[in-house]
């Protein structure tokens, strides 16, 4: 487990960006809804407790180089480098799109499946996210570690690292919680397999 620093001092362009960090984190939860609810799934509301938590790792992360969870009892996380000038939409649709890859009849923990099932996760109930530019260092530590898979982040040399935390966490192997927690979308809206 990776403890967050809760001395870590906000950025300045996190301070400087919080209208736009609002907005951008407003439209990141409702796509969330908009997706839970093709599966059933109650809507979950903003945490300024996990914003703060997801911004203060982001910025840790930026500063270490590289993508880490951060293991929080009770928080589920999803956590990706993208090109800085992705919408929100695109990053959820991005990470939901492993439903493809979820085989409902069979419900587990399931390889590739885990950014979509914790979207859908039905007793998850808030979220916190963030965003921050990465440093040069962590590009070119990407660069040096996975050339192909980070070819246009790299190309554009302009990044964030998104970080997202879910409470309570989804993703449990406890015994029957993916059956209660994934269920399959309640009408097809050409996302799903």
């Not at 997801?54 to 500063?63: F, I, R």
């Not at 554009?156 to 015994?175: C, E, H, L």
Request: proline share 3%.
């Amino acid at each position: 487990m990776i403890d967050i620093d809760n001395n870590l001092p906000l950025t300045i362009d996190s301070v400087s960006n919080i209208d736009e960090d609002t907005i951008f984190a407003e439209h990141f939860l409702n796509r969330h809804n908009e997706l839970r609810k093709l599966h059933g799934a109650q809507e979950l509301v903003l945490s300024s407790e996990l914003i703060t938590m997801a911004c203060k790792w982001a910025n840790k992360l930026s500063e270490k180089g590289h993508v880490a969870f951060a293991e929080i009892s009770g928080v589920g996380e999803n956590i990706t480098v993208f090109p800085e000038d992705i919408s929100a939409k695109e990053i959820v649709d991005y990470w939901y799109d492993e439903n493809r890859k979820y085989e409902y009849e069979t419900p587990g923990w399931q390889a590739g499946a885990n950014y979509f099932t914790q979207i859908v996760w039905k007793s998850t109930r808030e979220i916190g996210v963030s965003r921050v530019k990465l440093q040069l260092s962590f590009v070119e530590n990407q660069q040096n570690t996975n050339k192909e898979d980070n070819s246009e982040i790299i190309k554009r040399n302009k990044s964030v690292i998104v970080v997202a935390f879910y409470r309570p966490a989804g993703n449990s192997n406890r015994s029957g919680q993916f059956a209660l927690n994934v269920s399959k979308p309640l009408i097809d809206n050409g996302t799903t397999r």
